[in-house]
């Protein structure tokens, strides 16, 4: 089991930056892939990025790839989404959310058996 708590949310201003942390408890989630999903006002969730756990290979959805950047800190067991550029169409509620141990991760909710509870990032223009 894989217990996921985000930080870093707030309101910002079109142009501003921010950074979101999710810390990951539990006995693999050192091994697990993790993942950024948003759901905003009305919206499907969507997939926003992910890290693997073995080589930090990351993957980016195309609207956010050159603005957010996804690191993570095994030792520490915490992920972080570095987003620059905000744009109000990046309001959303951001979730953290890990795989299964030794699983490599990809843009697909089913993949992802653990989630956070979400932090509101709102972003006037």
């Known amino acids: 089991q894989v217990q996921l708590v985000e930080s870093g949310g707030g309101l910002v201003q079109a142009g501003d930056s921010l950074r979101l942390s999710c810390t990951a408890s539990?006995?693999?989630?050192?091994?697990?892939?993790m993942g950024w999903f948003r759901q905003a006002p009305g919206k499907d969730r969507e997939f926003v990025a992910r890290?693997?756990?073995?080589?930090?290979?990351?993957y980016y959805a195309d609207y956010v790839k050159g603005r957010f950047t996804i690191s993570r800190n095994n030792a520490q067991n915490t992920v972080y989404l570095q987003m620059n550029s905000l744009k109000p169409e990046d309001t959303a509620v951001y979730y953290c959310?890990?795989?299964?141990?030794?699983?490599?991760?990809?843009?697909?909710?089913?993949?992802?058996?653990?989630w956070g509870q979400g932090t509101q990032v709102t972003v006037s223009s």
């Open positions: 890290i693997r756990w073995n080589d930090e290979e990351t």
């Open positions: 959310a890990a795989t299964l141990a030794d699983q490599y991760g990809s843009q697909w909710e089913y993949e992802y058996p653990y």
């Open positions: 539990g006995r693999t989630a050192s091994r697990s892939a």
